[in-house]
């Protein structure tokens, strides 16, 4: 079966630019989360979807992130005015939201942005 | 979520057993135990997860301390391909584990043939 899929895998743009980065979740799965992971350290939280809404956007680092999930299934993150330190992997996942222990994150094979 | 450690590294021989720690001494009670693994240039993966008593699946065996400040993650057999970052993740199971996942550094595994 399809897994998450996430578009484009590789970005290169240069600073000051516009990206929008796509992942397509598992069919069902009504929890969407996206992570950064920079080079040698855990992805780290960004926003987290549950159904069209966001359910939680602590992580974003600031106010020129945004992420969009308008029907409930493909989300977006948008990056504004990009800047060298926001290069890393994105990395996004879904979940069923299962309210028993488990609530398996699965994740897509991420997008690497690198930002000149 | 509780703060887990983990050591940095550990090297294992193919077709050897291998048992990653994990340190988790404020766990709370309604705490799960999730162990995620990420393959070179890949997503994390879900392992193994459980709460007081030792789980066996295909992939591995978690074993839990009786205090449940620690826990093992065991490979009975290595191989190549479970070379890997392995990270031990807290997740609270009251009304369900949601919400995001918070990751350490985890431990890079090396496989030697």
Same mark, same amino acid.
Request: one cysteine or more; a neutral charge.
């Given at each position: 079966?399809?897994?998450?899929?996430?578009?484009?895998?590789?970005?290169?743009?240069?600073?000051?630019?516009?990206?929008?980065?796509?992942?397509?979740?598992?069919?069902?799965?009504?929890?969407?989360?996206?992570?950064?992971?920079?080079?040698?350290?855990?992805?780290?939280?960004?926003?987290?979807?549950?159904?069209?809404?966001?359910?939680?956007?602590?992580?974003?680092?600031?106010?020129?992130?945004?992420?969009?999930?308008?029907?409930?299934?493909?989300?977006?993150?948008?990056?504004?005015?990009?800047?060298?330190?926001?290069?890393?992997?994105?990395?996004?996942?879904?979940?069923?939201?299962?309210?028993?222990s488990t609530?398996?994150?699965?994740?897509?094979?991420?997008?690497?942005?690198?930002?000149? | 979520?509780?703060?887990?450690?983990?050591?940095?590294?550990?090297?294992?021989?193919?077709?050897?057993?291998?048992?990653?720690?994990?340190?988790?001494?404020?766990?709370?009670?309604?705490?799960y135990i999730h162990w995620?693994?990420?393959?070179?240039?890949?997503?994390?993966?879900y392992?193994i997860h459980g709460l007081?008593?030792?789980v066996?699946?295909?992939?591995?065996?978690l !074993?839990?301390?009786? /205090?449940?400040?620690?826990?093992?993650? #065991? =490979?009975?057999? !290595?191989?190549?391909? /479970?070379?890997?970052?392995?990270?031990? #993740? =807290?997740r609270?199971?009251?009304?369900?584990?949601?919400?995001?996942?918070?990751?350490?550094?985890?431990?890079?595994?090396?496989?030697?043939?």
């Amino acid at each position: 079966g399809a897994g998450v899929s996430q578009t484009p895998s590789n970005k290169v743009t240069e600073k000051g630019k516009y990206v929008e980065l796509r992942c397509d979740p598992i069919s069902g799965h009504t929890a969407l989360y996206w992570y950064r992971q920079s080079l040698g350290q855990g992805p780290e939280f960004l926003i987290y979807f549950q159904g069209t809404g966001a359910a939680d956007d602590s992580g974003l680092p600031n106010d020129r992130f945004f992420a969009v999930r308008p029907e409930g299934s493909v989300s977006t993150l948008k990056i504004q005015r990009t800047e060298r330190g926001d290069s890393a992997v994105y990395l996004c996942a879904s979940s069923l939201m299962s309210r028993d222990s488990t609530d398996t994150q699965y994740f897509g094979p991420g997008t690497r942005l690198t930002v000149l | 979520d509780a703060k887990t450690t983990q050591p940095n590294s550990m090297e294992s021989n193919e077709e050897e057993p291998v048992h990653l720690p994990c340190n988790h001494s404020t766990i709370s009670g309604t705490d799960y135990i999730h162990w995620y693994r990420q393959l070179p240039s890949q997503g994390p993966e879900y392992v193994i997860h459980g709460l007081t008593s030792n789980v066996n699946n295909r992939m591995a065996s978690l !074993a839990i301390a009786e /205090d449940r400040k620690s826990s093992t993650l #065991i =490979l009975h057999r !290595a191989t190549l391909r /479970d070379a890997a970052v392995y990270y031990c #993740i =807290l997740r609270d199971g009251y009304g369900g584990s949601q919400g995001n996942l918070i990751f350490g550094k985890g431990t890079k595994l090396s496989v030697k043939p």
